[in-house]
């Protein structure tokens, strides 16, 4: 069992930052895949980063691929998302998310069994 929690969202103009931060609790974190999705009202879950348990490869959205950072420190339990550069279009409740490296894609939401509760992250001038 892994319980995620995120934190860091909130209000910024564009061209601003935001580091967003999931913090998690449970045993055997370090096995797991973990990935940053977000949703805006009225749409689907997208796929933000996503980052292995080696962290020696980590993949990103096209949307927010040289803008968006993500990072993990197993030995503390927590992964990150450094986000540059933002857009009104990166509005959205940004979800923490965990899974196992065993089948499926892991850009798809139903490759991770544990996600968090979200944090609001608004781009607006």
């Known amino acids: 069992q892994v319980q995620l929690v995120e934190s860091g969202g909130g209000y910024v103009q564009p061209g601003g930052s935001l580091r967003l931060s999931c913090a998690a609790s449970?045993?055997?974190?370090?096995?797991?895949?973990m990935g940053w999705f977000r949703q805006a009202p009225g749409k689907e879950r997208e796929f933000v980063a996503t980052?292995?348990?080696?962290?020696?490869?980590?993949y990103y959205a096209d949307s927010v691929k040289g803008r968006f950072t993500m990072s993990r420190d197993n030995a503390k339990n927590t992964v990150s998302l450094q986000m540059n550069s933002l857009k009104p279009e990166d509005t959205a409740v940004y979800y923490c998310?965990?899974?196992?490296?065993?089948?499926?894609?892991?850009?798809?939401?139903?490759?991770?069994?544990?996600w968090g509760q979200g944090t609001q992250v608004t781009v607006s001038s």
């Open positions: 998310a965990a899974g196992r490296s065993y089948g499926g894609s892991i850009y798809s939401t139903d490759y991770y069994d544990y």
């Open positions: 449970g045993r055997s974190f370090s096995s797991y895949t």
């Open positions: 980052i292995s348990w080696s962290r020696v490869i980590a």
